[in-house]
């Protein structure tokens, strides 16, 4: 039979009357939350339990003490139910990478970087003190060019890294962060008639993409054109191609004149302002002007005006699958991601995306006898010849747990989904909230520098010598007979101005 116990806060408790756990792979990544519920008679547990307690749950097929972790996190709600004797107390939360949802990274850029040393950087950078390592964070094949973190969750950009590199990331009992690459880890089961209850499969094309546009942020570049008025423009108004930003008017001659300060239409008025042009940002114009303050600044015919700008332009990558279109037929997806900044970017998104999503799913939901910790993740062979599946390697997404009497004694307390999972509402819902959460970061504008601490020793390559000195004072590095601690003969001291030190 299967035995089960879950400990909070140290203590264990075994009179659970039903304890669930739910671990999922969605996408690129890997979370678990739990429920469990106590019988509450006469109040018996009023004052237990608190938020953000550590909750281990155990269990095993054995007569024993279960030792097998299947799921750590903590407590996130309390919720007492009933009346009068008849009183239910229930626990829930997520697992630690609920703190990756929690935690907004600093902005950070990364250029030309294996993807498993951004994973580690983000983590010294945003995690130091919540214990969490990453001992299982593995090496990859893909060096990134370039990618910009700008106000997103730590949990949106461990997903954007691994949609990038083909990996999936996850939270184990350990509090160890795992970053592995997907369907490259088996779990050494094989799922057939002798622990296989019940199975279901199912094969969708609902969600394939074979034609992805992706859209970044946009890029302003510099644009110039050249009028000659009575030609080019109309009264004093000079249309241009694209709208403007960071304006420069000069009117061109012997010696070019820079018109400035210039002014916006509807706002500067040039009776009481002096500005010399206006730019009428929604209608791409730029009007000279003629006003008190301002003076006569419009032109006669035959002069010729040159107006600088830069003009925004969208950055956008394009990608199909030819193959699939060939035998699916064409289905588009438009990804929109304003922190995007660079056409590499934008490139690695769109082939991760089509590689991934590019080919029809299959699901197959399965209740399963004898067996007790998957991860999912992690590969497993399906043998069920009945429902076309013989030998079949496949991912498990997903892996719920229903401990209670009867599923115990069964050993029938999970349930195990295999493959690429066609999406649900709460996927759709979960889609739309990441997208939400990059709309709302897309104008957000900062200075990023960054500056890791380490705790330890630190290497300076080659062989020096350090000589040290009071604050205020000058010293001299590696200058031979200068450069020894205690030496009468270093001069240390006062900084002379004029003096030279050569071969530093």
Same mark, same amino acid.
């Given at each position: 039979?299967?035995?089960?116990?879950?400990?909070?806060?140290?203590?264990?408790?075994?009179?659970?009357?039903?304890?669930?756990?739910?671990?999922v792979v969605s996408e690129f990544n890997s979370t678990s939350s739990f429920e469990c519920n106590f019988d509450n008679i006469y109040?018996?547990?009023?004052?237990?339990?608190?938020?953000?307690?550590?909750?281990?749950?155990?269990?095993?097929?054995?007569?024993?003490?279960?030792?097998?972790?299947?799921?750590?996190?903590?407590?996130?709600?309390?919720?007492?139910?009933?009346?009068?004797?008849?009183?239910?107390?229930?626990?829930?939360?997520?697992?630690?990478?609920?703190?990756?949802?929690?935690?907004?990274?600093?902005?950070?850029?990364?250029?030309?970087?294996?993807?498993?040393?951004?994973?580690?950087?983000?983590?010294?950078?945003?995690?130091?003190?919540?214990?969490?390592?990453?001992?299982?964070?593995?090496?990859?094949?893909?060096?990134?060019?370039?990618?910009?973190?700008?106000?997103?969750?730590?949990?949106?950009?461990?997903?954007?890294?691994?949609?990038?590199?083909?990996?999936?990331?996850?939270?184990?009992?350990?509090?160890?962060?795992?970053?592995?690459?997907?369907?490259?880890?088996?779990?050494?089961?094989?799922?057939?008639?002798?622990?296989?209850?019940?199975?279901?499969?199912?094969?969708?094309?609902?969600?394939?993409?074979?034609?992805?546009?992706?859209?970044?942020?946009?890029?302003?570049?510099?644009?110039?054109?050249?009028? =000659? %008025?009575?030609? $080019? *423009? #109309?009264? !004093?108004?000079?249309?241009?191609?694209?709208?403007? &930003?960071?304006? +420069?008017?000069? @009117?061109?001659?012997?010696?070019?004149?820079?018109?400035?300060?210039?002014?916006?239409?509807?706002?500067?008025?040039?009776?009481?302002?002096?500005?010399?042009?206006?730019?009428?940002?929604?209608?791409?114009?730029?009007?000279?002007?003629?006003? =008190? %303050?301002?003076? $006569? *600044? #419009?032109? !006669?015919?035959?002069?010729?005006?040159?107006?600088? &700008?830069?003009? +925004?332009?969208? @950055?956008?990558?394009?990608?199909?699958?030819?193959?699939?279109?060939?035998?699916?037929?064409?289905?588009?997806?438009?990804?929109?991601?304003?922190?995007?900044?660079?056409?590499?970017?934008?490139?690695?998104?769109?082939?991760?995306?089509?590689?991934?999503?590019?080919?029809?799913? #299959?699901?197959?939901?399965?209740?399963?006898?004898?067996?007790?910790?998957?991860?999912?993740?992690?590969?497993?062979?399906?043998?069920?010849?009945?429902?076309?599946?013989?030998?079949?390697?496949?991912?498990?997404?997903?892996?719920?747990?229903?401990?209670?009497?009867?599923?115990?004694?069964?050993?029938?307390?999970?349930?195990?989904?295999?493959?690429?999972?066609?999406?649900?509402?709460?996927?759709?819902?979960?889609?739309?909230?990441?997208?939400?959460?990059?709309?709302?970061?897309?104008?957000?504008?900062?200075?990023?520098?960054?500056?890791?601490?380490?705790?330890?020793?630190?290497?300076?390559?080659?062989?020096?010598?350090?000589?040290?000195?009071?604050?205020?004072?000058?010293?001299?590095?590696?200058?031979?007979?200068?450069?020894?601690?205690?030496?009468?003969?270093?001069?240390?001291?006062?900084?002379?101005?004029?003096?030279?030190?050569?071969?530093?």
């Open positions: 039979m299967i035995k089960n116990i879950i400990t909070i806060n140290s203590v264990d408790y075994d009179d659970t009357t039903r304890t669930a756990v739910r671990k109040g018996k547990y009023n004052n237990t339990f608190t938020l953000n307690e550590d909750v281990v749950i155990k269990a095993d097929i054995t007569t024993g003490t279960p030792t097998t972790k299947v799921f750590r996190g903590i407590i996130e709600d309390i919720k007492f139910i009933g009346t009068g004797t008849n009183q239910r107390l229930k626990l829930s939360g997520r697992d630690y990478g609920a703190i990756l949802q929690d935690i907004i990274a600093e902005p950070r850029i990364f250029k030309n970087t294996e993807a498993s040393e951004i994973i580690k950087a983000l983590v010294r950078q945003n995690l130091n003190g919540t214990g969490i390592t990453t001992n299982n964070v593995n090496t990859t094949s893909t060096t990134i060019d370039k990618i910009t973190f700008n106000g997103l969750a730590l949990f949106d950009c461990f997903r954007k890294i691994a949609q990038i590199s083909g990996y999936f990331f996850y939270v184990d009992e350990d509090k160890d962060l795992n970053f592995k690459e997907q369907a490259a880890v088996s779990s050494g089961e094989t799922f057939d008639n002798t622990n296989v209850l019940k199975a279901s499969f199912t094969q969708s094309d609902d969600d394939i993409f074979n034609s992805v546009k992706v859209v970044g942020d946009r890029q302003l570049t510099a644009a110039q054109q050249i009028f =000659t %008025t009575g030609v $080019d *423009n #109309t009264g !004093s108004v000079y249309k241009l191609d694209s709208k403007p &930003y960071n304006t +420069s008017v000069i @009117l061109s001659g012997a010696t070019n004149t820079l018109y400035q300060p210039g002014g916006v239409i509807f706002v500067n008025d040039p009776a009481t302002n002096n500005a010399k042009y206006l730019v009428d940002f929604p209608n791409s114009e730029i009007v000279l002007t003629s006003g =008190t %303050t301002a003076g $006569d *600044n #419009t032109l !006669s015919t035959g002069s010729v005006v040159i107006i600088d &700008y830069d003009q +925004s332009t969208p @950055l956008i990558k394009t990608l199909v699958d030819n193959s699939s279109i060939t035998n699916y037929g064409k289905k588009n997806k438009e990804i929109i991601d304003k922190n995007i900044k660079d056409l590499d970017e934008a490139s690695d998104v769109a082939s991760a995306f089509i590689a991934e999503n590019k080919d029809p799913k #299959t699901r197959g939901d399965m209740r399963l006898k004898g067996i007790v910790n998957v991860n999912p993740g992690e590969t497993a062979v399906v043998d069920i010849p009945s429902q076309g599946q013989s030998s079949q390697t496949y991912t498990m997404i997903r892996a719920n747990y229903n401990f209670n009497k009867e599923d115990n004694l069964n050993e029938s307390a999970l349930d195990v989904t295999v493959s690429k999972k066609v999406n649900s509402i709460v996927d759709l819902f979960t889609q739309h909230e990441i997208r939400l959460r990059q709309l709302e970061t897309a104008e957000v504008e900062s200075s990023i520098t960054n500056l890791e601490l380490f705790t330890g020793s630190v290497g300076i390559s080659g062989t020096t010598t350090l000589i040290s000195t009071g604050i205020g004072s000058g010293f001299y590095f590696n200058v031979t007979g200068h450069d020894v601690f205690d030496s009468p003969s270093s001069l240390l001291g006062p900084w002379q101005g004029g003096s030279v030190v050569l071969n530093i």
